[in-house]
């Protein structure tokens, strides 16, 4: 049998990855001030199509979902067919592309909330030891408003809603964002989710705003185009649980049960979008593969010889690089040549325009430019 790499092709479903390098949801604020997603978008993301596959970055879908500027969203039909000239540019050049989903909970501000009111949370525990970031002054968070069942119900709509939408942008699937301390994770640990109803309490309970979330969206466009990120180590916006194996392992389980498209882990040693300790308490990926028995998707600090390890040993089935393809558009033709990478500059990870977004070369333009200023 040939062996397995990063290169192999993969059948995702009823999709065929031509390889499994997997670009990450990368937030870079480059929509408009309306949340419209935009041209520069358009060419950021055509850059990037020789991926297996491209997970987008967040879209929120309500502007109650939204932290932070310029960030795209799906809740009106108008971005429909602003997001359909992505799908197009990356289905061009013959890749694929699924649609982040994104709601962050107490992560906003009521300076950001449409109705200026503080942020709606399963609880009313705001972060702490961190400030509200990139708005002109550094905001404390604020204690958020805790959900109604009503509130709970509106935002499954909207995420059931903005769902519908991808795939009429022409989105090959939607991955719902269930890491890094934002609304379904806040729900998840047991330090941002103190309530005592049906959404609170023993894990079950907790990972039930999740699980209605999954069979609300997959009765409506189909479970195998649904996927979930997860970051089960991370401690970052103070998601913190008192037993994260158990309560991962019962996720995962869960998950599994519902024949989703994929599940995404953010391994150990990311903290939202930067390089950290790894945790004590960690809860790797391969911790997780026993009790989940679809595709499974490692992301988080990998190198080439770390993701072809984890595709040859069968730990995971798709490698998720997220910087790299910040500052590498052709990340698999590098690869694949064994030439060297780019290195990102964080300046531009968020702010203005083309620069440090669109304007990192491929491969021959570099060597092009390297062999004129020699
Ligand atoms: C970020 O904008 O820094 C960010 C967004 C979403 C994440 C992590 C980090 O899940």
Redesign the pocket.
């Known amino acids: 049998m040939q062996e397995l790499s990063l290169f192999t092709p993969y059948q995702l479903g009823s999709i065929e990855l031509r390889n499994r390098i997997i670009m990450a ?1 990368l ?1 870079r604020s480059r929509a408009d001030e309306y949340n419209n997603p935009t041209d520069l978008m358009v060419k950021y993301y055509a850059q990037r199509a020789s991926a297996g596959l491209i997970i987008s970055e ?1 879209i929120i879908v309500s502007p109650q979902g939204a932290a ?1 500027p310029r960030v795209p969203g799906l809740f009106e039909d108008k971005q429909v067919s602003l997001w359909e000239k992505v799908t197009k540019a990356v289905h061009a050049r013959g890749g694929k592309i699924f649609a982040q989903l ?1 709601h962050v909970g107490r992560q906003s501000h009521s300076t950001v909330q449409p109705d200026r009111m503080p942020p709606l949370a399963p609880s009313p525990v705001p972060i702490t030891g961190a400030t509200y970031y990139r708005k002109p002054q550094r905001l404390p968070y604020e204690t958020p408003r805790e959900l109604t069942q009503q509130g709970i119900d509106s935002i499954k709509n909207d995420f059931r809603e903005a769902a519908i939408r991808s795939f009429e942008a022409g989105f090959d699937g939607v991955e719902l ?1 269930g ?2 301390g ?1 609304l379904i994770d806040q729900f998840l640990n047991s330090s941002s989710n103190q309530r005592t109803d049906k959404y609170g309490g023993n894990i079950v309970n907790r990972a039930r705003f999740l699980e209605e979330l999954v069979d609300t969206i997959g009765a409506s466009v189909g479970f195998d185009r649904v996927a979930v990120r997860i970051s089960p180590s991370s401690t ?1 916006m103070d998601a913190e649980d008192e037993n994260k194996l158990a309560l991962h392992t019962y996720v995962a389980e869960m998950l599994s049960r519902k024949n989703l498209a994929y599940l995404h882990v953010v391994e150990p040693g990311i903290a ?2 930067q390089s950290t300790d790894t945790s004590m308490e960690s809860v790797p990926s391969s911790a997780l593969r026993e009790y989940f028995s679809g595709t499974l998707m490692s992301t988080g600090g990998h190198s080439y010889l770390s993701a072809n390890k984890a595709i040859e040993t069968g730990v995971a089935d798709l490698v998720g690089f997220g910087r790299l393809f910040i500052s590498n558009p052709d990340l698999p033709e590098r690869l694949q040549a064994g030439a060297p990478l780019l290195e990102p500059r964080r300046t531009g990870f ?1 702010s203005g325009g083309p620069d440090g977004y669109i304007t990192y070369p491929f491969l021959e333009e570099q060597l092009k430019e390297e062999s004129r200023t020699v």
């Open positions: 949801p937030t967040g932070y994104w964002h890491a890094n934002y970052w939202g979008s968020y």
